[in-house]
């Protein structure tokens, strides 16, 4: 499974709050940025969300799971259209 480099880090995202700070508070943007990051991860923290590895082996399963739905569904339908012994 492929890491989508489109999605922003938390790095990313401390460093882009602490840039939209007003130049004269620039001053102190780099415990700004360590500040923005502790908060995004205590943030998330508390949601209740999965890892993207958690995510991408659930993805995984559901499509196994489908296949073989898919091929039960198959062989019903075989079995429904054969004529009874």
């Known amino acids: ?5 489109s999605r922003p880090s938390l790095d990313d995202l401390a460093s ?3 840039d939209a700070v ?9 415990d700004l940025e360590r500040n923005f990051k502790s ?6 923290g508390r949601m209740d969300l999965v890892t993207r590895e958690e995510f991408d ?23 429904e259209d054969s004529p009874p012994e």
């Open 1 to 5: 499974m492929t890491e989508d480099t």
């Open 16 to 18: 882009e709050l602490a």
């Open 22 to 30: 007003p130049r004269n508070l620039k001053a102190i943007g780099e």
């Open 39 to 44: 908060l995004l991860q205590g943030g998330l």
């Open 57 to 79: 082996l659930q993805v995984a399963v559901l499509e196994r799971t489908r296949e073989k739905l898919d091929a039960l569904e198959a062989r019903l339908a075989e079995l």
